[in-house]
């Protein structure tokens, strides 16, 4: 049926008096419509509505359809928007990444050059006292000796610095890592480094990341340092475990494989949280698979800012979140980790003496001792104990000379590590306190780490993130070498009533420092698993460590609800149950 309708008069008995209306069929034609049909006046009427009939049908079916492809339209325009905004953000992201690599590099050329910068002052010394070399007196042949150390000192430092290669393919490097957060910056995939030699060393890295990218599997093999440390073959038996690695430095092996692949039938718990959290971004997952990640228990919390301070213990659980906008701290117990939102606030109250204005209610850390029946509480300065069946908080030990920052402890001490600064000469301190509250003896950093840590002489700005007692008198701790820009995991056995303590493996944490991030890595012990647990903010990387210092297993650990958010603390109870604390929440897992 045409779109228009033109209507033509014309007479039925002049021109053709037998063609009749094509509807009635009895009474000869009047009209012929446009589209050649031919009506009488009365059957033309019929006509007309029955066109403007079917052009209501298609006039709606046309509307319909105009209505459809605006909605597409709009929606393709805000999606061009958001790209538009999405492009134009990564342009201004790419420039920065770009001008913080370059300042970066910048910065450790001119750090790099520092270190010679005085070399002059020492042949102006050398010049000086040569002069006077006609009448020399003891102070000179002193000054003279004094400057041969000097010289001595600076040359070892200057030996051990690390070189610096800022080309432009290690440059493009940083920035390919910005791009592609799970590939390491050495292009090489993202995977842990964990090698088997005495006093070895092991490497990790990857930022945390919600994308999951897939690389092809690289091996790669380097040359064994007699000089420095030996090399042990790996048996089969520990090769899976310790199959995913990368290292950069000479004296290790090396394996990196590509990343795994997410289970495509994943499911959502009732957090939005995805239920493939297990698969979710594992290596050699091992041991790490006993801890069950499908719909963890979560306690929202305020944010801990670096320390994360959290304890657990049977069912219970301690833990301390700070209040921003009141700069405040609240330290809370939850009485049983099956009903965690059954919890109650600690009274913090004031110590009747003060301590050079480091006590403060901003908590370090939170150990449960089994010798106490209680958690100990410490903050810079001072020591509490807190015991369920009194709900208070007891004074214990204060410590007015020292900012102490973490603590762990077995049947025999109470371990405490002292921060000295990163200018101090032997680096933080461990001290060893009995149960009568009694200082044994103190461990400084250069005290217990090996001799690969510390070569060369000077100061030695070695920081310890933390310490965690395992049983057998082992105690393992996480390190920060500021010289090297090096974070690592050392294990020790500790004899003689903590008088000798021997690194027994040592693993090295890839592309994990950062200045601000003192905290991270974190330990602690599992009992069941016979492994310490290890936690690194950075990467997100959780990995287990048997008593040889073996790793048994390695994950990503991300919040359930936000893969982006990446862990900064976690406990283990002895009822099983792994805790992991997040800036604002913390998960609770069962062991199996």
């Not at 005085?118 to 003279?144: C, G, M, P, Y």
Request: glycine share 4%; net charge negative; with cysteine.
């Amino acid at each position: 049926m045409a779109t228009t309708t033109t209507l033509t008069s014309q007479s039925s008995t002049s021109s053709h008096p037998r063609e009749l209306c094509i509807i009635c069929e009895a009474q000869p034609y009047d009209l012929i419509c446009t589209c050649g049909d031919k009506f009488d006046f009365t059957c033309i009427h019929q006509h007309v509505e029955q066109i403007s009939l079917e052009f209501q049908v298609h006039r709606e079916q046309v509307a319909q359809k105009l209505n459809k492809i605006n909605i597409i339209c709009d929606n393709e325009n805000s999606h061009i928007n958001a790209i538009r905004t999405n492009i134009n953000d990564w342009k201004r992201k790419r420039i920065q990444d770009i001008n913080d690599a370059a300042e970066k590099a910048l910065n450790d050329v001119q750090q790099h050059e520092n270190n010679f910068t005085d070399i002059s002052t020492f042949e102006q010394i050398l010049n000086d006292l040569s002069a006077e070399s006609h009448r020399v007196v003891h102070d000179n042949l002193n000054k003279l000796i004094e400057l041969g150390h000097q010289i001595q000192n600076k040359t070892e430092d200057i030996q051990a610095i690390p070189p610096i290669n800022h080309d432009e393919a290690s440059l493009d490097s940083i920035i390919q890592s910005k791009l592609h957060p799970s590939l390491l910056t050495t292009n090489v995939s993202s995977e842990p480094i964990l090698n088997h030699q005495n006093d070895s060393t092991t490497s990790l890295s990857t930022p945390p990341t919600a994308s999951n990218r897939h690389s092809p599997p690289l091996v790669e093999r380097t040359e064994s340092n007699t000089n420095e440390l030996p090399s042990f073959e790996r048996t089969d038996s520990n090769t899976n475990a310790s199959s995913h690695v990368e290292s950069t430095i000479s004296d290790t092996n090396t394996l990196t494989p590509r990343e795994p692949e997410i289970e495509s039938n994943s499911t959502t718990n009732e957090n939005g949280a995805s239920t493939d959290a297990a698969n979710y971004d594992e290596f050699d997952a091992g041991k790490t698979r006993h801890i069950q990640r499908i719909n963890p228990k979560i306690i929202p919390t305020n944010s801990d800012k670096n320390a994360g301070t959290i304890c657990c213990h049977g069912n219970q659980l301690l833990y301390n979140s700070y209040n921003q906008a009141t700069h405040s701290c609240r330290l809370t117990f939850v009485p049983d980790l099956l009903n965690p939102t059954d919890k109650k606030s600690i009274d913090w109250g004031n110590p009747d003496q003060t301590i050079n204005g480091d006590d403060d209610e901003w908590i370090q850390d939170i150990v449960y001792s089994d010798k106490l029946s209680g958690y100990l509480v410490l903050n810079r300065a001072r020591l509490r104990l807190f015991k369920v069946d009194t709900n208070k908080l007891e004074e214990f030990r204060i410590f007015p000379d020292r900012t102490t920052k973490r603590l762990t402890c077995n049947e025999k001490f109470i371990y405490l590590t002292s921060a000295h600064g990163s200018a101090s000469y032997n680096g933080d301190e461990i001290l060893l306190i009995n149960y009568d509250k009694e200082e044994q003896l103190c461990k400084t950093f250069r005290d217990i780490m090996p001799s690969r840590v510390n070569r060369g002489s000077g100061q030695l700005p070695g920081e310890i993130s933390d310490i965690a007692a395992g049983s057998n008198d082992q105690i393992t701790i996480g390190y920060r070498f500021e010289r090297r820009h090096e974070v690592g995991v050392c294990v020790f056995n500790v004899t003689n009533n903590g008088k000798d303590w021997l690194c027994i493996k040592q693993l090295l944490l890839n592309e994990c420092w950062h200045s601000d991030l003192s905290y991270t890595p974190r330990i602690d012990w599992c009992e069941k698993l016979n492994s310490f647990i290890l936690i690194e903010f950075m990467t997100g990387h959780l990995i287990m460590v048997d008593r040889d210092g073996q790793v048994e297993g390695e994950c990503r650990f991300m919040q359930a609800t936000d893969r982006t958010e990446s862990p900064i603390n976690l406990t283990i109870s002895s009822n099983d149950w792994l805790c992991v604390r997040y800036n604002a929440s913390i998960t609770i897992h069962k062991i199996t």
